[in-house]
């Protein structure tokens, strides 16, 4: 066969239905491979937001998402999403076309070392230069794309290489299993947490896997023990648990933080040095018990202590037979905490300011969708508000980026969430300057016929670093943008868009949207002039007061 039908093949037998992109003239060969086989091909307008897709799909699935792009531009344009998958963990294989390697025909037109590119981005990245070696590359992309910590992967097809004639047959993924912690750290483990007096748990990225969420969830509730997230761990235990202490969605000087200072031991189960520090460790202040598939990347931010290394779920599970619940053991300042950020939530969640106050823009949402329901953020001041405040009931029902923090993939990531799952209701939510950076696949999703709702949250600034820039002391410089008509663009792209003038009226706008179905776009102010009491400098007391 040809080596695009058994490129085609190879992404069948790793259970590829689906690739997100843009072709080019040079993926001509693999695009007639696709369509004869029946591949679905999601049509993108950037191949940005191809890769923001196929990244989300990874997320959310555990397979490796497919995005593809011809050379050049259209492969350069897949840098961001590279790292977007590579620093969130997200298993992702990109496919760029190329000019022949074998005989030249335009000279170094379009040319651009993409392999070299990829290399710092990806965890693996080649040129196939034989239809032989077909079989053999995409098995190999898929498995380091998914294996533990999974990340993104590159493929570049050169089409001379695409036409080639061969006998080669696809390769079966096979069956492999992770190796699990050995007996004496568990023992070391157990001992540690047993000997703590104010013990606390801390849930990352890398502990959202479907049989570890389920474990940590039994753990919780057999040894009693505190929990708390990062921002990329939310939702893999119920946050309307009460011994859940919230989500270190700031760096410093939280409710949650007054927990970690107070503990005097944490068990880490799941995070890496990649999504910024939810704290700082101290040596000699606490005890740090590092759980997760490898050893910890030691940093001045992070030296654990104790380190158990193997399948997540099963370390959890022998952890939990052999610590169970002590009596001396004393949570009270924990309690506390929590008690603080339950009051400040319940403030501003009744807040009727319009622009719309932050909490109550989280109020609103969390009120309107369903425990399973899908929350995609873009970047901006108000995913730390969603971090904080936004509870969680199931894994992967608040996406956000806590990792690379790019502008642009709250869009494409809702448009993602949405073909994986068809049946639940799923919302953006953008700034005005991150949604205008991918706004353009409001057309995809008009096309793909999705209910999707999309909130743009519009202070006609780049919010997120003027709040910085306030908190050093500078003027406001920079920060101001201005934008469409955001109801009149929607229906530009066959889209229904909607200006609700009361907080209220939003909550009612956005239950109607998620009934009616179809692609909607609710234009939103926001006031942040509270971010800097609220979030920002000043002393823990005045700062969460009221």
């Known amino acids: ?10 992404l069948e037998a790793e259970g590829v239905r689906c690739v997100y992109g843009l072709p080019g003239e040079e993926n001509l060969d ?22 923001f897709m196929a990244a989300t799909q990874g997320r959310l699935t555990g397979r490796a998402g497919v995005c593809l792009a011809t050379l050049g531009p259209g492969a350069t344009n897949l840098v961001t999403a590279a790292a977007y998958a590579q620093l969130g963990a997200m298993p992702m ?22 392999v070299g590119m990829m290399r710092p981005l990806t965890k693996s990245t080649r040129t196939l230069v034989s239809a032989e070696h077909v079989p053999s590359a995409v098995r190999e992309a898929f498995r380091r794309a998914e294996e533990e910590r999974p990340g993104a992967t590159h493929l570049e097809l050169p089409e001379d290489v695409a036409r080639e004639s061969t006998e080669a047959q696809p390769l079966s993924p096979g069956v492999a299993r992770r ?72 760096s410093d000087g939280d409710f949650v933080h007054r927990a970690i200072e107070a503990s005097d031991c944490i068990l880490n189960v799941g995070h890496d040095v990649i999504e910024k520090p939810p704290f700082v460790m101290r040596d000699g202040r606490r005890t740090v018990i590092h759980l997760n598939f490898s050893s910890a990347e030691v940093d001045p931010v992070y030296f654990p202590q104790v380190q158990v290394t193997g399948d997540l779920a099963n370390a959890v599970w022998r952890i939990a037979e052999g610590v169970g619940p002590r009596s001396h053991w004393d949570f009270t300042p924990f309690e506390r905490s929590r008690a603080g950020l339950d009051a400040q939530f319940v403030s501003g969640a009744a807040d009727d ?107 006609d600034g780049y919010g997120m670093i003027r709040w910085k820039q306030e908190e050093m002391g500078l003027p406001d410089f920079g920060m101001t943008l201005g934008n469409p008509d955001f ?14 003038t009361s907080a209220t009226e939003f909550g009612a706008t956005l239950t109607r949207c998620l009934e009616s179905g179809g692609v909607h776009v609710i234009d939103l102010p926001i006031d942040y002039t509270d971010t800097a009491r609220a979030l920002g400098a000043g002393p823990l007391e005045e700062r969460h007061a009221g």
């Open 93 to 114: 294989v990109m496919l760029t076309g190329q000019k022949p390697i074998k005989v030249s025909k335009q000279g170094h037109f379009q040319i651009v070392d993409v």
């Open 30 to 51: 693999l695009l007639e491979s696709m369509r004869t086989a029946g591949m679905r091909l999601i049509v993108t307008r950037h191949e940005q937001a191809a890769g």
């Open 179 to 250: 190796p699990v912690a050995d007996e004496a750290s568990i023992a070391q483990a157990v001992e540690t947490l047993a000997s703590a007096r104010r013990p606390l748990l801390m849930i990352g990225a890398g502990a959202n896997r479907k049989l570890t969420s389920e474990m940590l969830r039994a753990f919780v509730d057999r040894v009693g023990l505190p929990f708390f997230s990062t921002q990329m761990g939310k939702g893999v235990v119920d946050e309307t648990h009460p011994l859940w202490m919230g989500t270190a969605a700031l």
């Open 487 to 500: 109801v009149r663009y929607a229906e530009a792209y066959g889209a229904r868009g909607h200006r609700p």
């Open 353 to 459: 300011r319009f622009p719309i106050y932050p909490a109550r823009l989280v109020a609103e949402v969390r009120r309107a969708m369903p425990d399973d329901g899908v929350v995609c953020l873009d970047n901006g001041m108000y995913k730390l508000w969603f971090a904080r405040y936004y509870r969680c009931r199931r894994p992967n029902t608040l996406l956000l980026d806590n990792a690379l923090a790019t502008m642009g993939a709250g869009l494409p990531s809702a448009i993602a969430a949405k073909l994986v799952h068809p049946r639940r209701k799923v919302v953006a939510v953008c700034g005005d300057g991150g949604f205008m950076m991918n706004s353009q696949e409001l057309e995809t999703a008009v096309r793909l016929k999705l209910d999707l709702t999309v909130i743009v949250v519009r202070d």
């Open 1 to 10: 066969m040809k080596a695009s039908d058994l490129f085609v093949k190879a």
